[in-house]
């Protein structure tokens, strides 16, 4: 992987920071991070893709709906859903059931 623009270094530091178990949207980490769009977080961890040295939590990044719009990064339609679901996050559908209930807004480390 070459390294990383600063942008993207924001991204993969607000991802790394994500609890186990939880889940998060690229619009909030565009929103939180000023980047004025969510395509610019997929983006940057579509980069990641087969070559994750850092262990970068993508798998816990989906969309505002809580679907599972990343799962092509990770070379197999079961891989995201099966991260997911050994962290505690119930996932049926390539979708976040409770997703409610499961996200985790970057905001919330202002919070700690």
């Known amino acids: 992987m070459k390294t990383p623009s600063d942008y993207q270094q924001s991204i993969y530091d607000v991802v790394s920071l994500i609890p186990k178990g939880r889940v998060?949207?690229?619009?909030?980490?565009?929103?939180?991070?000023s980047l004025g769009s969510a395509r610019i977080v997929g983006w940057a961890?579509?980069?990641?893709?087969?070559?994750n040295p850092r262990q970068i939590?993508?798998?816990r990044v989906?969309?505002?709906?809580g679907v599972l719009t990343g799962w092509?990064?990770?070379?197999s339609p079961n891989t995201m859903a099966s991260l997911l679901q050994s962290e505690g996050v119930v996932v049926e559908g390539n979708?976040?059931?409770?997703f409610a209930s499961t996200f985790w807004h970057p905001e919330e480390l202002a919070e700690e």
């Open 45 to 51: 961890l579509n980069r990641l893709s087969g070559n």
């Open 57 to 59: 939590p993508a798998h």
């Open 24 to 33: 998060t949207s690229y619009g909030a980490i565009a929103q939180f991070l």
């Open 72 to 75: 092509r990064a990770f070379g």
């Open 62 to 65: 989906v969309n505002a709906k």
């Open 95 to 98: 979708r976040v059931l409770d």
